[in-house]
């Protein structure tokens, strides 16, 4: 057997492979933001009252200006509070007029006054970056707090968080512990996830490569090949699908190979029904020729096998109308045309019909309760077509001084026919094919060699009615049912 390349594993192998790429990344940068964050908004909070403190024990705004010599005191004293800290003295409009740095290491002398507004205004609690004038384009963590009153106030002190060497010492403890540790939880994770995804891979691989043989199997023509029904995987729901599927075409498969072996036996049986009085015909007209080819015939023998050729392609002629009747009935579009009538009026019409023939061969046909006036909803036509049929089968099997019974009862809403006759027992065969028949399917074909086409008419019609012809023998006599619901008039 050749093996398939199940490509779509590699594809899924490659698109877990980027996934967790992807993630783990994702992972270390979202790691790497939130441990940054977190370190500014604790510094920030722990030092949110340096600049409280240097504005309420500072007087460096005097009427005639910044008192330098008290303001490099409070450089000094924030130092000595936070050595990464960096104090400048602001004006009412944010204009650096203070600071303990040199000149040209200042980038931007204006600082915006709304970020430090909304810190003084939250107290130093919420999370808050501004501009550090050194570096205009960076946003840093600050402390701040207004001299004088926070109405009316002299000015600011503005406290930067975090000089370039604590940025620095950051970076070097992020570097050398964090990233590290982070890189390492980052490595883990990726080799238990490659771990689980290879070996979860590997199980939905066997898995697919166990259904690819199933299904290879029963290509092959093996129809038996089914899935354990007692392994549950993901592929569950497929597998059972397809063992209902295999069953439902296994049943179909074996029904189209006997209904073809059924079909074979059929056209043997029927060649040999249309052989027997063909070749009977054509023996009389054979004999009628050489007889008058030799003179040695009379007029009355000459009609004596005129009238025998005759007979015999009449009866040709009305098994391949049957044939055709059949034939037209088992077509997929044919539909009976439905209608209420009163089923004994064509029952007394087929009794009476046939009296002349039940007498020729001195049977006795009588019919019960014809007069039983019942409404039935059916094909009036083809109801007709079934009682004559069996009022026939039942003229042909009955013996010189028998009898033939048809009668009409009523059971709660059904109208029940049938007809007995005094005659040897059906064959078993033929009582098996008309009680068992209960699908409809193959009836040419399951046809008995004994069974008349009459019969198998029989069984389609009342198929088509949804009803069915059932056979039993009843003392010395064969008995045929069939029932029909009553039809209800619309009150």
């Not at 940068?29 to 949110?48: E, G, P, V, W």
């Not at 497929?238 to 190979?257: E, P």
């Not at 088509?464 to 009150?491: C, D, E, I």
Request: aromatic share 8%; with cysteine.
């Amino acid at each position: 057997m050749k093996t398939r390349k199940l490509t779509i594993f590699r594809r899924f192998a490659a698109v877990i492979v980027s996934l967790i790429t992807i993630l783990g990344l994702l992972f270390i940068t979202i790691t790497y933001l939130a441990t940054t964050n977190y370190h500014q908004a604790s510094t920030q909070l722990l030092n949110k009252d340096i600049a409280k403190h240097l504005a309420a024990f500072t007087t460096a705004f005097t009427p005639s200006g910044i008192n330098k010599k008290i303001a490099d005191s409070v450089f000094k004293n924030a130092m000595v509070l936070n050595p990464s800290a960096e104090v400048y003295f602001l004006d009412n409009n944010g204009k650096v007029i203070y600071y303990h740095a040199l000149d040209q290491e200042i980038k931007q002398w204006t600082i915006d006054l709304k970020p430090l507004k909304k810190y003084i205004a939250a107290d130093g609690t919420q999370y808050t970056k501004a501009i550090n004038p050194k570096h205009p384009e960076q946003q840093q963590i600050f402390s701040a707090a207004a001299i004088g009153s926070k109405q009316n106030p002299q000015g600011f002190i503005y406290v930067v968080l975090g000089s370039n060497k604590s940025e620095n010492i950051t970076e070097l403890l992020w570097g050398s512990h964090i990233l590290k540790l982070a890189i390492q939880t980052f490595i883990v994770i990726i080799l238990l996830s490659f771990l689980v995804s290879f070996l979860y891979i590997q199980r939905m691989r066997k898995n697919f490569q166990q259904m690819i043989s199933v299904l290879e199997r029963f290509e092959g023509g093996d129809y038996s090949a089914r899935f354990d029904r007692n392994v549950q995987n993901e592929l569950e729901p497929v597998t059972a699908a397809f063992n209902k599927m295999a069953d439902l075409l296994a049943k179909t498969i074996s029904k189209l190979t006997k209904a073809e072996q059924d079909r074979k036996n059929f056209i043997a049986t029927i060649s040999h029904d249309l052989r027997t009085p063909m070749s009977i015909a054509r023996g009389y007209t054979e004999t009628l020729l050489l007889n008058r080819e030799k003179g040695d015939i009379s007029a009355e023998d000459q009609e004596y096998y005129s009238r025998l050729i005759y007979s015999k392609m009449l009866q040709i002629e009305n098994m391949v109308r049957q044939l055709f009747e059949l034939s037209r009935m088992e077509a997929v579009e044919f539909e009976p045309h439905i209608e209420p009538f009163v089923l004994s009026e064509i029952v007394q019409e087929a009794i009476n019909g046939s009296q002349l023939v039940a007498a020729e061969n001195n049977v006795d046909l009588q019919c019960t309760q014809c007069l039983y006036h019942v409404w039935v909803n059916a094909d009036i036509s083809m109801m007709e077509r079934v009682v004559q049929n069996l009022v026939d089968n039942a003229l042909k099997n009955t013996l010189p001084g028998g009898q033939i019974q048809a009668a009409i009862s009523v059971e709660r809403d059904w109208v029940i026919f049938s007809i007995d006759n005094t005659a040897p027992p059906l064959p078993q065969d033929l009582l098996q094919w008309i009680n068992l028949n209960t699908e409809g399917d193959a009836l040419l074909e399951r046809r008995p060699q004994k069974s008349g086409l009459g019969l198998v008419i029989v069984q389609k019609i009342l198929h088509l009615h949804h009803t069915l012809l059932k056979a039993s023998r009843q003392g010395h006599r064969n008995q045929f049912t069939f029932r029909l619901p009553v039809y209800r008039l619309p009150s």
